[in-house]
């Protein structure tokens, strides 16, 4: 769905299958509401001993629900911004009006979500707090269910050159035979999101306000 970012800005008619594709697939969503699991991450980030949190969904959700600590790392969905200027939108109005998908602005109507295209990194500026964040933390812990990113395997070296510990919370079709870790610090947990959150909330009991 996410269209190469040159293409995106010099052609409109990419721009135009770009936002009716959007628009469609939002609305069949419908609106998004918070996940229990989702929930239980926003009560554990109030503790102190969580350095932060470094999300990889787009949709926002956590931003929206008041995390303080949090890092989105791949942008979210909920605002649009002018590529060319920087002017920024809320998604819900050119979701309701397709006229609303231009630039106010420098009227180039360069308009995309915010989150990287192909043919776009990450934030630097987020890439470089996820850095400064891993290399303070004394544990990483990973949801994975069946599948690590590239750019989480990356997050893996920076903890485990460092010794430390990372825990990957996963589905068992996630086979840790297929990754080359060397360290003895790196822990495959087969349990669920659901049950190892709430391990965490048992865990730092009193220390969550």
């Known amino acids: 769905m996410r269209p190469e970012i040159r293409k995106f800005r010099s052609d409109e008619d990419t721009r135009r299958v770009f936002l009716e594709d959007f628009i469609k697939v939002f609305k069949q969503t419908g609106s998004l509401e918070l996940s229990s699991n989702y ?3 926003l009560q554990i980030e109030k503790a102190n001993e969580i350095l932060g949190v470094i999300n990889l ?3 926002g959700l956590l931003k929206l629900n008041g995390a303080q600590k949090l890092i989105e790392l791949e942008g979210n969905i909920s605002w649009f911004y002018c590529s060319k200027c920087g002017m920024d939108k809320d998604t819900n109005l050119i979701i309701q009006n397709k006229d609303e998908f231009a630039c106010n602005s420098c009227h180039k109507n360069i308009l995309k979500p915010s989150i990287p295209f192909v043919g776009q990194e990450f934030s630097q500026w987020d890439m470089k ?39 990957i919370i996963c589905s068992e079709s996630l086979n840790s035979d297929i990754f080359d870790f060397s360290s003895n610090n790196i822990d495959f947990i087969y349990e669920s999101s659901d049950l190892f959150l709430d391990s965490l909330i048992e865990a730092f009991g009193d220390n969550i306000i």
């Open 57 to 59: 969904n787009i949709d």
């Open 39 to 41: 929930k239980k991450v």
């Open 129 to 167: 707090d996820s850095w400064m964040m891993l290399n303070s933390c004394d544990n990483l812990i990973i949801f994975a269910d069946n599948f690590l990113s590239p750019v989480t395997i990356s997050f893996i070296d920076i903890v485990e050159k460092r010794m430390k510990n990372t825990k």
